[in-house]
């Protein structure tokens, strides 16, 4: 480490070597002037070589300098970029959770409060989202996702199993009653797949035709309330509304869902306490809502097993 000039010097040939000023350096780095020009004269005196030549009212880095200052321009981007990571990881006191946006919106956070009141000494930070990256590179600490359980590198715990429903106001002038009725129904496409669904409802390879198409079941939640069509979507997202009556189940079907919800965290978070006082919490959650779903889905005539 000897070998290494002080940080304030390297900082200042830096921005003179890029901006051609003493004067715009000093500007960049809220220093006088003067301070610049010690700095410079302090680090050709270690390396024992000047660094720029005058060329007007520029300077201008000679060859070597020119060399030096690439180097020193990555090697100043990388301490700062690590320095960046590190401030952004989560604090012990911090729990940074990502979660399928509409899971967030319709499920977990009509229940966060309970967990904040049972752990108030932890600041809760929800990020939407649907990869694993920041879970790999310890910016986040646990995921909400829902898939098969099997993603490289990570643990994953089951959360939630779900059911596939056709909803819809239940004032729609159009309303289907039984699966037959459905062709002249107003559709609305989501990202689901409709093969199980219709397939249980006895309409084999039928493929609907849509009116609206989203990408996003909140919007999709959005049109089907406001009495745009009716949409398939998961019991976990809408079972509120249908318990309230805001939503109708159409053609009394419940089919369960291929994927389900799942828990996710990288191995290093193994031994952490925010982990497990989370994930039982959320566990004894989830049990709570999939005993309600299951005693909806078996009310319905036309549950599927």
């Given at each position: 480490?000897?070998?290494?000039?002080?940080?304030?010097?390297?900082?200042?040939?830096?921005?003179?070597?890029?901006?051609?000023?003493?004067?715009?350096?000093?500007?960049?780095?809220?220093?006088?002037?003067?301070?610049?020009?010690?700095?410079?004269?302090?680090?050709?005196?270690?390396?024992?070589?000047?660094?720029?030549?005058?060329?007007?009212?520029?300077?201008?880095?000679?060859?070597?300098?020119?060399?030096?200052?690439?180097?020193?321009?990555?090697?100043?981007?990388?301490?700062s970029e690590a320095t960046r990571a590190?401030?952004?990881?989560?604090?012990?006191?911090?729990?940074?959770?990502?979660?399928?946006?509409?899971?967030?919106?319709?499920?977990?956070?009509?229940?966060?409060?309970?967990?904040?009141?049972?752990?108030?000494?932890?600041?809760?930070?929800?990020?939407?989202?649907?990869?694993?990256?920041?879970?790999?590179?310890?910016?986040?600490?646990?995921?909400?996702?829902?898939?098969?359980?099997?993603?490289?590198?990570?643990?994953?715990?089951?959360?939630?199993?779900?059911?596939?429903?056709?909803?819809?106001?239940?004032?729609?002038?159009?309303?289907?009653?039984?699966?037959?009725?459905?062709?002249?129904?107003?559709?609305?496409?989501?990202?689901?797949?409709?093969?199980?669904?219709?397939?249980?409802?006895?309409?084999?390879?039928?493929?609907?035709?849509?009116?609206?198409?989203?990408?996003?079941?909140?919007?999709?939640?959005?049109?089907?309330?406001?009495?745009?069509?009716?949409?398939?979507?998961?019991?976990?997202?809408?079972?509120?509304?249908?318990?309230?009556?805001?939503?109708?189940?159409?053609?009394?079907?419940?089919?369960?869902?291929?994927?389900?919800?799942?828990?996710?965290?990288?191995?290093?978070?193994?031994?952490?306490?925010?982990?497990?006082?989370?994930?039982?919490?959320?566990?004894?959650?989830?049990?709570?809502?999939?005993?309600?779903?299951?005693?909806?889905?078996?009310?319905?005539?036309?549950?599927?097993?």
């Open positions: 480490m000897n070998a290494l000039p002080p940080l304030p010097a390297l900082r200042a040939f830096e921005a003179v070597s890029r901006l051609g000023s003493v004067v715009k350096a000093a500007e960049a780095l809220s220093v006088t002037h003067s301070a610049i020009s010690h700095q410079i004269h302090a680090l050709e005196d270690f390396l024992g070589l000047p660094l720029f030549e005058r060329q007007g009212r520029r300077l201008v880095p000679t060859e070597d300098g020119r060399q030096y200052a690439m180097k020193i321009r990555m090697a100043l981007g990388d301490m590190l401030r952004a990881l989560p604090r012990p006191n911090e729990l940074r959770i990502t979660t399928l946006p509409s899971f967030g919106v319709h499920w977990l956070m009509a229940r966060l409060p309970d967990f904040q009141a049972c752990y108030p000494q932890y600041r809760v930070d929800i990020r939407a989202g649907i990869g694993f990256d920041d879970l790999h590179n310890g910016q986040l600490d646990l995921a909400l996702r829902m898939g098969t359980g099997e993603w490289d590198g990570l643990k994953a715990t089951p959360l939630l199993h779900d059911w596939l429903v056709l909803v819809g106001r239940p004032d729609l002038p159009d309303f289907p009653a039984t699966p037959e009725q459905l062709p002249g129904a107003r559709l609305i496409g989501t990202m689901e797949k409709w093969s199980s669904w219709t397939y249980a409802a006895g309409l084999g390879d039928w493929q609907p035709n849509f009116r609206l198409f989203c990408n996003d079941n909140n919007l999709v939640q959005e049109a089907v309330l406001r009495g745009q069509g009716l949409a398939l979507l998961r019991l976990s997202l809408v079972i509120d509304d249908l318990l309230t009556g805001r939503l109708a189940l159409a053609c009394g079907l419940v089919v369960p869902h291929p994927l389900s919800y799942w828990l996710v965290w990288a191995p290093r978070m193994d031994n952490s306490l925010k982990l497990h006082h989370f994930r039982d919490w959320l566990l004894e959650s989830a049990a709570s809502s999939e005993a309600m779903m299951q005693a909806y889905a078996a009310a319905q005539p036309g549950r599927q097993s």
